[in-house]
């Protein structure tokens, strides 16, 4: 083979791979052989929301890295709940998180979803509710953007709130003797006594435990609870 014949045979396959790149990407090409190419496509192709959040500390103040883990936490169920295909939800050094919402069609919205301060609730439930289930509740603060473009019908309530997060000084999983995930919690020093008795006058009933107006755990008060407690059952 002499080296003219060489040269025009890879300038052929050059030509060939090119061509081929170029096919694939039109549209309707990626079916032919019966299968589907996803491609994803970033912000900078189909556009869409980067927001970078911050903890607000001081900077010679260490941030916990739980405490991090459970925002990203609340960040990705409020993304999920804006209907977005692909997002991401990451942490970036100790104390930033980065969001990015690809194709994101109201940024308004999803910045104010995104920014609103999550509010955990104790509403006094009722045996209907399931965890996920939206709920209206007495407590009007919170990300109140949880409903919009919801049917109305998915909505249940209103419920009465009993108390807020703020009655709680620290939270954590662990395990019964069984191995069963529960999670234990720590009630503050000054709502032991509101806490006990409310929970000594409630027993039997439902005290459904709310985030960002959805629900996370419908229990059932086995006893007064005075300064800790147990969510158990699942």
Do not use: C
Not at 32 to 58: F, H, K, N
Not at 216 to 234: E, L, M, Y
């Amino acid at each position: 083979m002499n080296r003219k014949r060489h040269t025009n045979i890879w300038l052929l396959v050059i030509v060939a791979i090119a061509a081929f790149t170029i096919w694939v990407d039109l549209p309707g090409s990626r079916q032919v052989l019966g299968t589907t190419v996803a491609i994803r496509q970033g912000l900078d192709l189909q556009g869409g929301v980067q927001v970078l959040l911050e903890a607000d500390m001081p900077h010679e103040e260490a941030v916990d890295l739980d405490d991090m883990r459970v925002a990203r936490t609340i960040l990705e169920n409020r993304v999920n709940g804006l209907g977005v295909t692909e997002p991401v939800v990451q942490l970036q050094g100790e104390r930033r998180i980065i969001v990015e919402l690809p194709g994101i069609q109201n940024s308004d919205q999803a910045i104010r979803t995104i920014q609103a301060t999550a509010l955990l609730e104790f509403i006094e439930g009722d045996y209907m509710l399931l965890p996920g289930d939206l709920v209206r509740t007495s407590q009007t603060s919170g990300n109140e953007t949880v409903y919009d473009g919801v049917d109305p019908s998915l909505i249940y309530g209103p419920y009465q709130t009993a108390m807020t997060g703020e009655v709680i000084r620290d939270a954590f999983v662990d395990r019964d003797e069984m191995g069963n995930y529960k999670v234990a919690f720590q009630v503050k020093s000054e709502w032991t006594k509101r806490f006990r008795e409310y929970t000594g006058e409630h027993i039997g009933d439902y005290f459904t435990i709310v985030l960002d107006k959805r629900v996370v755990s419908n229990a059932v008060i086995r006893d007064a609870i005075s300064d800790a407690g147990v969510i158990s059952g699942g």
